[in-house]
């Protein structure tokens, strides 16, 4: 038993254990006792200029470490400041612990100052949430918020905390088990049902691995590569998959989807056997449903038994561990090479040329043009500099799908996005996050002009913090995806799409005390990014780019994956 303590040090001997080294946040009224607890703790914590971001943070950081994100809003305004983050951080299976203060116990429930039903505002967007009205529970429920956003499938869990809570003085009483009735996280998988996937596998003449985020959070990278090699399969990853398999691994064909390539959806169109495996057959990536995967056997894992048969019933459904399951199949898969798999030799091989066939026919590569820069051509530009082996941040919007077909990602958590919620705003902050957890790797931060005006205010983090980011703007004039819709689905008729105003970049990344420049022309493109990434300090690199440039393929909302638009039906007319 320690010392007699406050709330507030409790919290952070809790935070300690759980091993935090830094929280995103932004103090207020009920929050002041810990934050002046934590004047003088070990644990860094970073100023962000908004609580959303502090959200935002928290992701980059997770997403690029596999740790939990930790960001701290004060009551009211703070904490409903958050929920754009929390939303964000739920759909995608983001592990953050958000804490947040709340009015003193006595006094909810009376519209008191700065009061707002954060428990009821974040049930929805959250994992689990908690509101702590006694310290003695305070332990307790930091160590199992900590655990269920990291275990099972990841999510944010928000703690609400009384101001009096922070202010009581108790004991901290290690907290020895976790017992949560009603919380069970199957991680094994069924050994009948990977029996039946693995026999599946080698049956199948056409096989194709869907993999989703879920290869990521559960670390499976190494464990897929090994599948697709022994299974001999093609591989899509999808938005929130991009590195879970290399992209330069001779397997993967690419994203899948709205935007995905020809190959990897004609692949999805086409295969016998789909092998989905930590993957939500989220819309964008199904297009019509009732045309997805039509021929296909299905096999599912995933850690939540929730998306077992939500959008496509499967027929050999595992709930587990993507990790632990990948092991047990390709256990499986080593030892029993069937004697009869000479028998679907050709059918296999046949499949691999109809691959590479849709590959060659249909690549995604970027364009370049001699006059302005093409945004496929930026992307193929930051792809040379990284090498597969960056950190890229993307807001949403045309530049994020650019930069998901044209990067190459070749280790897992490099590829940190919004996907499920598309959220603009992320970029900026998530880099600022996963700069934060990785000190000496390079880190782009690539946004559109719309999200870059949304995080202008974080360009002072960046400097307090010395941060190194490379921030990427890729300006259009418009908010290109919206513009793009407009022009293909509403006659060209522009409305509230343009954006004029944009700063100076040079001079506003000097008002904030860092380098920042404005390139126009391709033959200027590939310096001035070797310029940013030489610069020891952040830099704001403003890329003007093609304004009316659209993103294909394109599976036009409603139609089946196969039904791909893949270049610009017939030139439009420039709009007045
Ligand atoms: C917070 C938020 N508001 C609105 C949208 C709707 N939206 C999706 S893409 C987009 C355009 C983004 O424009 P920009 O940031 O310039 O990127 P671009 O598409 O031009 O690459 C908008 C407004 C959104 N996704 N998020």
């Known amino acids: 038993m320690t010392n007699l303590m406050s709330g507030a040090k409790i919290l952070l001997e809790c935070l300690g254990r759980e091993g935090v080294d830094c929280i995103f946040g932004y103090p207020g009224g009920v929050t002041l006792p810990f934050y002046d607890a934590l004047y003088d703790d070990p644990i860094r914590h970073v100023l962000v200029r908004h609580e959303e971001n ?15 994100g930790v960001c701290c809003a004060t009551s009211g305004p703070g904490a409903t400041n958050l929920v754009t983050g929390l939303v964000n951080a739920l759909m995608d299976s983001i592990p953050i612990v958000a804490l947040t203060g709340q009015v003193t116990s006595k006094l909810i429930g009376s ?53 009096d809570v922070f202010q009581g003085q108790s004991h901290y009483s290690a907290v020895s088990a976790i017992h949560l009735p009603g919380y069970k996280v ?30 990521i959070s559960a670390n499976a990278s190494e464990e897929l590569r090994r599948f697709v090699e022994l299974a001999d399969a093609p591989a899509v990853c999808t938005l929130m998959g991009l590195g879970g398999l290399g992209s330069d691994h001779p397997n993967f064909i690419s994203m899948p989807g709205m935007h995905g390539s020809y190959a990897a959806n004609m692949g999805l169109s086409h295969c016998d056997l789909l092998i989905a495996l930590g993957t939500r057959f989220d819309d964008r990536v199904t297009g019509r449903l009732s045309a997805f995967a039509p021929h296909a056997k299905v096999i599912h894992v995933d850690i939540d038994p929730a998306e077992i048969g939500k959008n496509r019933a499967p027929d050999i459904p595992i709930v587990g561990d993507a990790k632990r399951v990948l092991e047990k199949l390709n256990k499986l898969l080593e030892e029993q090479k069937p004697t009869d798999a000479e028998r679907r030799a050709p059918a296999r091989k046949a499949w691999w040329e109809k691959i ?29 500099i990284s090498g597969g082996r960056a950190i890229v941040t993307a807001d949403v919007g045309q530049h994020q799908m650019w930069a998901a077909q044209l990067i190459r990602f070749n280790e897992p958590r490099l590829w940190i ?4 919620l598309g959220s603009m705003g992320f970029s900026l902050p998530a880099a600022i996050g996963a700069q934060f957890a990785n000190p000496g790797k390079l880190v782009f931060a690539v946004i559109g002009d ?14 307090n913090y010395k941060l190194p980011v490379k921030i990427v703007v890729s ?40 380098k920042g420049r404005t390139v126009d022309k391709p033959s200027e493109l590939s310096s001035a990014l070797e310029e940013a990434v030489r610069e020891p300090g952040p830099y704001l690199l403003n890329v003007r780019v093609s304004c009316f440039e659209n993103v294909f393929p394109m599976v036009p909302a409603g139609a089946a994956i196969n039904e791909m638009v893949l270049a610009p039906p017939e030139p439009v007319a420039v709009p007045k």
């Open 54 to 68: 502090a959200c935002f943070a928290a992701a980059g950081y997770a997403m690029s470490t596999g740790r939990v």
């Open 111 to 163: 519209d008191a100052f700065q009061e707002a039903d954060t428990f009821g505002i974040t049930r929805s967007c959250t994992k689990h949430n908690y509101l702590v009205k006694s310290l003695a529970d305070l332990p307790q429920i930091i160590h199992e918020a900590f655990y269920i956003a990291s275990t099972g499938r990841p999510g944010p869990v928000l703690v609400d905390i009384a101001k």
């Open 186 to 215: 199957f991680t094994e998988g069924h050994a009948g049902q990977i029996r039946r996937a693995s026999q599946a596998v080698w049956e199948a003449e056409r096989p194709l691995v869907y993999a989703g985020g879920g290869i």
């Open 356 to 384: 590479h066939c849709w590959q060659r026919e249909h690549p995604l590569q970027p364009t370049y043009s001699e006059t302005e820069i093409k945004p496929q051509h930026l992307m193929a530009e930051i792809d040379r």
């Open 417 to 420: 996005n919004s996907g499920g």
């Open 450 to 463: 719309g999200g870059f005006q949304m995080s202008i205010p974080e360009l002072a983090t960046l400097v």
């Open 475 to 514: 300006n259009n004039g418009y908010l290109g995806m919206v513009r793009q819709w407009q022009e293909l689905f509403f006659n060209n008729r522009l409305s509230a799409v343009e954006l004029s105003g944009f700063p100076d970049a040079e001079k506003l990344a000097a008002a904030y005390g860092f």
